[in-house]
């Protein structure tokens, strides 16, 4: 250690949140008392949703291009800064690893580009959150060594553990300059969230009908054949109960059998699986409502990934596209997931503020 800072009363803490999304993260990172600056994507299209639910400003910019010295200027003149992320995980997703190779994925790059801007920059504190299998590659452990003088802790969380009403399971890293206790995310004594709980109130739909007084509580078309399946379909079931007429060709070839989640409903008292970019189709895994017949809605996923039930995705003129939106709520941080981590730091840079003198690394 060289150096101590002393500051009197309590610290400001400001967040930048790389790869923002929607804003999934920084939801969960300003409930948990964290102010975040900014947000930060190359997609423009989460700016609408990004800004308008959250006192954060979001920036159109590719984070392979972004400098340090942009980002520390978003730090303004807080005490404790924060660098957070979830960079992409396609490339680290079993569904999208068939024909790659770490040379010839330059999704990768997002991961070491996130790592050049915490050597670069030397925040407090770094949060990183992907799927589990990105500590299977050679990336993350570039990662790690890169975070020399920091204390680190990572975990595989079960979101339902957490309050989530989903079986997800993400990677969660947390790595601090001020020193090593508390650190490591607390585990919650909640009782598991379901599906009930979360989406039951919500108006009944048929496949094809939205709800006039919320665009994004909307359900895709059924097919005639797909309206027969999902009437067949028991509630954790799988396409093994139907019929074999209803069957579809793929499901009767050997390799058919390894996938007999998808046409499949949801259940009422368990967690939702979890919420992927195609979550509003029937046919892409078990994405059936428990008792209607249709797919859940987008504000259903949005929803059973812990954005509140108001959160804004798309203004009041434009249209709601699924493959748009299924895609940001697919790929966003559970609010409560965001929230936890924020719990977590704001005790840990308590424990080293008021508690004792910060250390600087």
């Not at 990183?128 to 680190?152: D, I, P, R, W």
């Not at 579809?248 to 368990?270: I, L, N, Q």
Request: hydrophobic content about 35%.
């Amino acid at each position: 250690m060289s150096g101590k800072a002393e500051f009197m009363g309590k610290p400001r803490i400001a967040a930048v949140d790389l790869f923002c999304g929607i804003g999934g993260l920084t939801h969960g990172l300003i409930r948990g008392g964290i102010n975040v600056a900014a947000g930060i994507d190359v997609d423009e299209a989460c700016r609408y949703p990004y800004e308008n639910n959250n006192a954060a400003a979001f920036l159109s910019a590719d984070v392979k291009n972004l400098s340090a010295t942009a980002i520390r200027r978003l730090f303004g003149a807080s005490d404790i800064q924060v660098l957070a992320g979830c960079a992409p995980c396609q490339p680290f997703s079993t569904y999208s690893r068939t024909g790659r190779t770490e040379r010839g994925d330059s999704d990768w790059d997002l991961v070491q580009s996130f790592g050049r801007l915490v050597k670069e920059l030397q925040p407090h504190l770094v949060t990183m959150e992907n799927v589990s299998a990105v500590q299977q590659h050679s990336v993350f452990g570039s990662f790690l060594e890169g975070l020399t003088g920091y204390y680190v802790t990572w975990s595989t969380v079960e979101c339902a553990s957490i309050g989530v009403p989903q079986t997800r399971k993400r990677l969660v890293l947390l790595a601090s300059r001020l020193g090593p206790e508390g650190l490591a995310l607390q585990p919650r004594d909640v009782p598991k969230a379901t599906v009930r709980e979360t989406i039951a109130h919500l108006p009944r739909l048929r496949a094809g009908e939205a709800d006039p007084s919320d665009k994004l509580h909307a359900a895709c078309r059924l097919s005639e054949l797909n309206l027969r399946r999902i009437r067949a379909s028991k509630p954790g079931g799988t396409w093994r109960d139907w019929d074999p007429s209803l069957r579809a060709a793929c499901h009767r070839k050997s390799t058919g059998g390894t996938f007999p989640s998808v046409y499949g409903r949801m259940e009422w008292d368990e967690p939702a699986p979890t919420i992927t970019t195609q979550c509003f189709g029937y046919g892409n895994g078990r994405f059936g409502h428990p008792e209607q017949d249709r797919a859940i809605t987008l504000r259903e996923a949005a929803m059973l990934q812990t954005f509140p039930a108001d959160y804004k995705f798309v203004r009041n003129d434009q249209k709601i596209r699924f493959d748009l939106i299924g895609r940001q709520i697919g790929n966003a941080v559970p609010v409560k997931l965001g929230k936890l981590i924020a719990e977590t730091f704001r005790k840990h840079v308590n424990r080293y503020v008021l508690e004792s003198p910060i250390n600087h690394v």
